[in-house]
Nanobody
Framework: VQLVESGGGLVQPGESLTLSCVAYGFTFSNYDMNWYRQAPGKGRDLVATITKAGAGINYPDSVKGRFTISRDNAKNTVYLQMNNLKPEDTAVYYC????????WGQGTQVTVSS
């Protein structure tokens, strides 16, 4: 099993990014997927979940209305569209299976700074 995140970068407050996570080694369409983030010096926090049927759930109030999770089962890929980014969104972002996590990928760094 391998999870490969990409799409991060350095952006200014108010800008947008779309993160991608490509999954290898398991039947992607059979699994709910999560996006997490880990800010410097903090633990890894759950940001969003998408069910295998494609229903998205955002957890923290801080991202509701700004982040949207989606997936393309044909491409074994889960996405995180992030709009109106804020400095507090700065973190390394990871994806993983919801209920039976696999080994973590390398993550993708998102830095929001003016």
């Amino acid at each position: 099993v391998q999870l490969v995140e990409s799409g991060g970068g350095l952006v200014q407050p108010g800008e947008s990014l779309t993160l991608s996570c490509v999954a290898y080694g398991f039947t992607f369409s059979n699994y709910d997927m999560n996006w997490y983030r880990q800010a410097p010096g903090k633990g890894r926090d759950l940001v969003a979940t998408i069910t295998k049927a494609g229903a998205g759930i955002n957890y923290p109030d801080s991202v509701k209305g700004r982040f949207t999770i989606s997936r393309d089962n044909a491409k074994n890929t889960v996405y995180l569209q992030m709009n109106n980014l804020k400095p507090e969104d700065t973190a390394v972002y990871y994806c993983n299976k919801r209920w039976v996590p696999s080994s973590w990928g390398q993550g993708t760094q998102v830095t929001v700074s003016s």
